[in-house]
């Protein structure tokens, strides 16, 4: 009786362990089925005994495709590499993690990691292989990408002219030794890569405190905000160089500092800062011997010009009935020169006075110079049978006084003398604003100007007109220019033959 109920026991245990065994192998194909890995079983012949829907979404062929036949994804080319690698496996030296260039149904490359190994049967007996494959298509061509760029990297820092130390942060910011320095860094400053590595900076370039790097690099430590250290010299016992500095935080303790020698640009702008102040001495020396030689000339001149106009005047009204004709004709042209000439002394000591007074800026009306102006002109407006519009209400604006009204003076001049014989002139005063400046025009309907001439006829003593046919000097258009530059302003002309001109003045506004 007790054998019986034993060998009963026995029995019911092994059921129980055979459906644990189904359980187990049920469950165990569902992993293998439904695994995101590729598993595929071969037989000893390598024949495909085995291939899950992972290998059938990496590969492309499905299980009915491929069970009973050679791996598909074996190309003729790799068949006998693939034969020795299942040998060598069959033998106890399985693959772990090796990379294969494969092809899938569609002919397209994938790149596969694979783990390999043996299938024993219940006797231990060899019954084939199994391999796991993963796709690491997409892996593999970041890190090819990324080998690519750290080879670019690392020939642009080798290979550039442009200095770079990394340093690392040391004893909670006590020292800061070295990590690298390429091989411009270590032409620039005169060291061997190899001999500072891992020393402090301080001891290798003991000028970096007093340059002030020192601490710029700490401050980015602490900080974590990128830096730049404008150009400064660096001097020590050994080394004496300009350099500028970039400096950033790599990691935590990292900092890295990007430097330039700019010694021999340094040198060159200390050299051109020298020749310019001394050519504009030498040129404002020159501008006050000719604005002082200019006064002179033109002041010495007065006192016999005088002289000849008064003596042509008193021969002109008492003898000239007893001069033949041609006697009075040439004192005429006496008389005439010497009028000329008194006007062209007046317009130069003019123009040598422009500047010499203190630049006095000031808010002024220019509704106020520009009437004042026009009040100064009124017999000349008068005599020219003019008219002078003033078109709009005009804004103040930041200038000298004088220096404005001389220049607007010269304009309306310029607009009385140049215009149309039997033609009604117009003149118009207007002004509009823009970006803090104010562009005041003076525009009339007079014989205009070629444009190749806009730029010349702001020069002294340019002429376009004999004075016969315009009375005048060439000079009051230079001292328009002279004056308004002289408060940092600016004067343009727009104007075609036949059409008039538009003269603009552009001054800084009250406003701004």
Partial sequence: VGWAITDQIARQRGKAAEKELVVMSERLATIVKTSPIAIVTIDLNYNVTGWNEAAEKIFGWKESEVIGKPLPYVDENHREAHRKMNEETLKGWPVRGARFVRHRKDGKEVVVKVYNAPIRDEKGNLAGLFGILEDVTEQNK?????????????????????????????????????????????????????????????????????????????????????????????????????????????????????????????????????????????????????????????????????????????????????????????????????????????GLLEYSRVGKAVLRREVVSLQDLVSDCISTLESRIVEEEAEVKVLSDLPDVYADRSLLRRALTNLLQNSLTYHKSGEHLVIKVYSDEQNGFVNLTVEDNGIGIESKFHERIFNIFQRLHTGDEYPGTGIGLAIVKKSVALMGGDVSLESEPGKGARFTIKIKGASS
């Fill in 142 to 346: 970041m890190e090819l990408a990324l080998n690519e760029s750290e080879l670019l990297f690392r020939q642009l820092y080798v290979n550039m002219n442009v200095g770079v130390a990394i340093y690392r942060v040391v004893n909670d910011g006590d020292d800061v030794v070295f990590l690298d320095m390429n091989p411009a860094g270590c032409r620039i400053t005169g060291v061997n890569r190899e001999e500072i590595l891992g020393r402090s900076v301080r001891a290798i370039f003991p000028g970096v405190t007093d340059l002030g790097l020192y601490d710029r690099i700490l401050d980015v430590w602490k900080s974590g905000y990128s830096q730049h250290h404008p150009v400064k010299e660096y001097h020590d016992g050994r080394l004496t160089f300009w350099a500028e500095n970039f400096i950033y935080r790599h990691k935590a303790d990292e900092i890295v500092v990007v430097f330039e020698d700019v010694t021999e640009r340094e040198m060159t702008l200390e050299e051109l800062e020298r020749r310019v102040v001394r050519r504009t001495e030498e040129l404002e020396e020159a501008n006050r011997e000719l604005e002082s030689f200019a006064y002179s000339v033109s002041h010495d001149l007065k006192a016999p010009l005088r002289a000849i106009r008064g003596f042509s005047k008193i021969v002109s009204d008492r003898y000239s009935s007893l001069l033949p004709e041609e006697g009075s004709r040439y004192l005429g042209f006496i008389v005439k020169a010497g009028e000329d000439m008194s006007e062209l002394i007046t």
